[in-house]
């Protein structure tokens, strides 16, 4: 299998990069995106086929069939019970990860309209989580057979320390921040 091209780059540019830039001596200092977790939730229409439908797209857009998740506890204004599916998710690691980051940054974001980039703030250890309202900015996801937009939400864990040095190794990556 041919090597993603997110991680050539990391390999070849970033790493030397972040090694003069945040002063490392060793290259296995300089952090890397560990996974990244993609979580749609079904909300109001948890039925079967909606369930089916959003695993169809999401193995579409990932590459991997992902996990349904189920409700831990009862919730009766919700009218949910326990044990009820109420959405999927998907954690991506490996070159698997490299190639969606890649599809995410390079093809989706730019994508969408009025785009001004992605928040520039992350979640105190590095990890960078983006919500999106719908799965259609994707080019592999056709108009003619979905059925329902599909939000989702994707968390990019890094095993940076800090906030400033995993934002670094994702604008690095080339993630849109927003300017300030």
């Not at 299998?1 to 790493?15: G, H």
């Not at 979640?123 to 900015?137: K, P, S, V």
Request: net charge positive; charged share 25%.
């Amino acid at each position: 299998m041919q090597t993603p091209v997110l991680k050539t780059q990391y390999e070849e540019t970033i790493v030397p990069e972040m090694m003069k830039s945040q002063g490392y001596k060793n290259r296995h200092q300089v952090p890397v995106v560990e996974k990244v977790v993609i979580n749609s939730g079904v909300g109001s229409w948890a039925d079967s086929s909606a369930i089916a439908d959003t695993v169809k797209e999401l193995s579409m857009l990932c590459g991997q069939r992902p996990v349904i998740t189920l409700a831990r506890k009862s919730v009766s204004n919700f009218k949910l019970r326990q044990g009820m599916s109420v959405g999927v998710k998907v954690t991506l690691r490996g070159p698997s990860m490299y190639e969606f980051l890649y599809r995410l940054i390079s093809v989706a974001l730019p994508g969408i309209r009025d785009f001004q980039g992605v928040r520039d703030k992350l979640d105190g250890r590095g990890n960078c989580n983006l919500g999106l309202d719908d799965h259609t900015i994707f080019p592999e996801v056709t108009m003619d057979t979905r059925k329902r937009n599909i939000g989702m939400d994707v968390a990019i864990v890094t095993s940076a320390e800090t906030d400033e040095v995993g934002r670094e190794l994702l604008r690095l990556m080339g993630m849109p921040f927003r300017k300030r």
